[in-house]
């Protein structure tokens, strides 16, 4: 009895607090974020949102997401309004928040995260646009690929690397600590840093492997 309820514990999928997530922008690490978040929940309901049509139509292909559409479609209004509670913005920077734009005029009031490298600015957007903007938490998968885009997305692309998440004192426990299991759930590990100091702690961390490979050329 023992050994058969091991194995049914051993073989159970995890479960996910978020059941309908949105992933816009669905690039190398938008993709691969759907990829994994199919592999380890594979219950939970995806949404991508891309410009590009045939990205789109890779996603749904690969069976990356459930549904996919372009930002202007009214499947994605309708996602953002009857389902999502979370959305994932892993745009280029300059995007963003244009996207923060659309999900406040959505009413959207659910939980918010992003991909992007630096954060200052997209901090003070979020906190002038969102309309519950203790929703927000800053978040960068230190994740990538000699490959662009969706044709470099993979599934095991966050194994064994770290995300980090920037919550301050305004940041919902619970929403943090679930936004945490859903990514170590993909088997990444999650660092937490200030956000006023995020921005400079990664422009050391790029840079140093640029200045070993510098002192070594030159030694």
Request: hydrophobic content about 40%.
């Amino acid at each position: 009895m023992e050994e058969s309820t091991a194995e049914q514990i051993s073989t159970e999928q995890p479960s996910s607090t978020f059941k309908c997530i949105c992933i816009i922008g669905l690039g190398l690490i938008g993709a691969s974020i759907a990829a994994a978040l199919k592999r380890a929940y594979p219950d939970v309901r995806i949404f991508g949102v891309d410009t590009d049509s045939r990205t789109r139509v890779v996603a749904r292909e690969r069976g990356w997401v459930d549904e996919v559409s372009g930002p202007e479609d009214e499947s994605f209004a309708h996602f953002i309004t009857d389902a999502a509670d979370l959305v994932i913005i892993a745009t280029p920077v300059a995007c963003v928040e244009e996207y923060l734009e659309k999900l406040a005029a959505l009413g959207y009031q659910g939980v918010v995260t992003d991909t992007v490298s630096t954060k200052t600015h997209i901090i003070e957007a979020a906190e002038r646009i969102l309309p519950s903007p203790q929703n927000y938490i800053p978040g960068h998968p230190m994740s990538g690929s000699e490959n662009n885009g969706i044709d470099g997305a993979r599934s095991d692309l966050f194994e064994g690397s770290n995300w980090i998440l920037c919550p301050d004192a305004q940041t919902v426990p619970e929403h943090y600590q679930a936004l945490h299991e859903l990514i170590c759930g993909l088997s990444a590990r999650v660092v937490s840093i200030k956000r006023e100091d995020h921005d400079k702690t990664v422009a050391i961390v790029s840079h140093v492997p640029h200045l070993v490979a510098s002192a070594l050329v030159n030694l």
